[in-house]
């Protein structure tokens, strides 16, 4: 793109949306650091008291714990499930193969609500609510989607001459997509695993449905809380999720570069 | 006209009646041809010609609908890919973008679990025989086009294939380095006496680089000869016209004789009919009206350094001649009239359906 | 080229099963039969006393479509929604056009400044909402210095309008990027050159060719404002009724999950609806 001067109506214009958007993120950084026991801003006096708060609370860090677990677990199982997947899809080409993509990612295109609901109803009959495996289920209809595009993605734009290349140097089919396919599919890869992980681990409205007294996953914690007292708590545990995302972008930024991975 | 295709069996890479059909069209029709050890042979076409399809055929990637491969006696038509044993140079080099040039150059041999340090030396050697020594560590997005093609070419020849395929390796690079490429891949696949096969569709590729020449036209096999075959005695009007340049002019025939102009030429067979008479630009010489030849008028005289080119009306056709420049020649000018003569034997008549 | 007429080759179909058949249980028992199941439900017959009854009944739905509050509660998401796409199409645009014009490190940063706030979660967001918006947030303590009356902000419809505008943003940004594909900053400089003020080059020229991303995020944005409960639940505080958070209310606390599918269905149909407008909208655009 060629550098143009921007209109300085435009830029004002610009930074003053961008102050409005980054808002609530910029805010919650000088209540975290609040000496107040209840919300105000600006507060009254300064403390890092609700730092060490985070870690004193049972709820928080048992949330944290499930919550991290969970996303784990999602991303693994996710990539395990979507590769294979995306490589029937996109190279093996079934009849059919573009339906059944547009089914597995239909679960994107309905709503949370009516998915966590319609989840609910059956995992109710399944003894699944607010157990760990019904957790990690809920999230891979909605993580796996979006890795299922990703890999598909990455698997199409790869060269295939590169690994036809290798099958006439004499690898087998297997070894092909081990030592080339793969390699070159690492930005498509570190793309899915940084979306599944950050798509679960902030999960809030299918957690919501599939959660109880017995399992809580953080957002979850966190939404229960703030309904009943927003105090500063939240904002320091904030301001720690905000920095894990962010280096969550920069790690995925640098090594594949983030507007390929997202904006596509 | 000689023969120059060798009888079944007798090649070192025997294709016998290769085809390969997709729904709705055919992309090669009944390909047989016979490659002795050694050599180099161009399949040379248009595009959508079949050779590419032909070619990836012969080394495994696209499964043929029918027909044989045969390399060294074994039949392969069955064998997977990477049991094939062939070298494949591709058009987009298709190098391993993660991997060094050595661990490039590297693959083939570990794919065959050739012991390490020997794999050492043949990568050192391969890279030396396409100059790149000092690059071993680079990836292939550092070097150039050029340099990018030298590692393909080392990768496939590092694993001494029985076959060493080549699909358009030289269109990707600025004229330059594609001549200097052709000598060199001619060069080496010689002193390593490798039976190679090359696709192409730039016809001096294919006539000034290969032993043999394998001409495809929609999925079919037109003629296999030398260069000096194709050139001087093109089995087919296609052939003709696609191996050099060539005027296409309109004739009848009647008992064995194409009239032309007022001129007759023996027309191969028993054609009658409609044919095509076609004589090369710079195989047709001129005198002024009244000598031997056909009479014709110049339309337009193009003068173009090392040649003079003149389009000339001849009973309402237009015929191309080139004459090589001397120095002091006049160019005669639009509407002069002229005579047009040519040897008997660079005369080609075929038949107008072709 | 030949080479591109060849197709991958169909393998066995057992490996295809063989490959697909992980993600296609967990779409099928995650996805397909509860949706289905979702369906089937909003004909089951609730008693007086609550007890769900397996049935073909139709009486939640005419107690959905009888019942004013329900028609209230779609009109006001639907407007809501509408309120909020618009805002966020204002609010978005400056955004997408500056990030269009910019190059460099420089846009990889505001590009990661618009994308961070998407991945971090609407609990944390819809947070930093009340701090700003709440009786002793950001804005009350700067009118109250100004010597003015307090502003009740949340627990209203206008806090809710906000947060949404400020959540749904990264979604109509990107939206409209993707659409500003097709402005060639040669265009604008023709139409310079032939006379137009800028004001004029983007009512005439830039705005037009935008139209396609503006649709999109307008689409994106409708929807995800109808679907959205974290944020009208926290910042309405109960007091600002809507489709979704109805629906959580029922499946959660009041456990009426026929009425609570029967609104699920509504809303699906509403995204059906927008979805027609919007195809109809681009192609009276194209």
Redesign the interface.
Known sequence: ????P??PA??L??F???A?????????VP?SFSGDS?????PSSWSVKWYPAIFLDGKMTAAFWTSLLLACAVTVLCL???L??A???V????RGAEA?SS??T??L???????G???????ARYGLLATFPGLV??H??VT?PYA?RVLATALSTL????E??????????F??FR??TL??M?SGLIGTTALCF?VSF?E??LS??MTGPRIQTL?VA??HH??QQ?DPL??AL?VL??VL??L???VV?RTSG??KT??K | MTDTSTAPGQGFLSIRGLTKRYAGFTAVDNLDLEVPKGELVAFLGPSGCGKTTSLRMIAGLVPATSGRIVVGGQDLTEVATHRRDMGLVFQSYALFPHMSVAKNVAFGLEMRKVPKDEIAKRVKEAIALVHLTGKEEHRPAQLSGGQQQRVALARALVIRPSILLFDEPLSNLDAKLRDEMRNEIRDIQRRLGITAIFVTHDQSEALTMCDKVVVMNQGRLEQLGTPVDLYERPKTAFVASFVGRTNRLKAVATDGFADFGGQRFAAPGDLSGPVEVMVRPHRIALAPTGGEGVAGTIMRATFAGDILQYDIDVAGQTVSVELATRGGETVLAPGTTVALSWRPQDVFVYGAAA | MPAAVAKPRRNGLALVIALIAPIALVNAFGFLAPVLNLARMSFYEVEPTGTMREAFSLATWGKVIADTFYAELIVNSITVSLGITLLTLICSYPIALYLHRSSGTWRTILLVLVISPLLTSAVVRTYGWIAILSENGLVNNLVSGLGLERLRLMFNKTGVVIGLTEILMPYMILALLAGFGRLDPRVEEAASTLGAPPFTIFRRIILPLTMPGIALGCLLCFVLAVSSFITPKLLGGGRVFLLATEIYDQAIVTLNWPLAASLSILVLVIFGAALVLYTRALRAIL
């Open positions: 793109m060629d550098e143009r921007v209109s435009l830029k214009l610009a003053l949306m961008f409005f958007l980054l808002a609530p993120l910029i805010v919650v209540i209840y919300m105000m801003f600006p395990v499930i979507a294979p997947a490589f029937a899809l190279r093996l080409r079934p059944l089914l597995f239909a679960p295109l309905l709503p949370t609500i009516v998915l609901l319609a989840i609910l109803i059956v995992f289920a809920a891979l209809v796996l299922l060269p295939i001459a590169v036809e290349a290798a099958s006439t140097l004499g690898a087998s089919p070894t092909v030592r080339i390699p070159m690492k950050l902030d809030v409205v919501l449905f957002p966190m939404y703030v309904e927003a939240v904002a904030s999720l905000v995302t962010l969550v972008v920069l930024d983030l507007a997202f904006v």
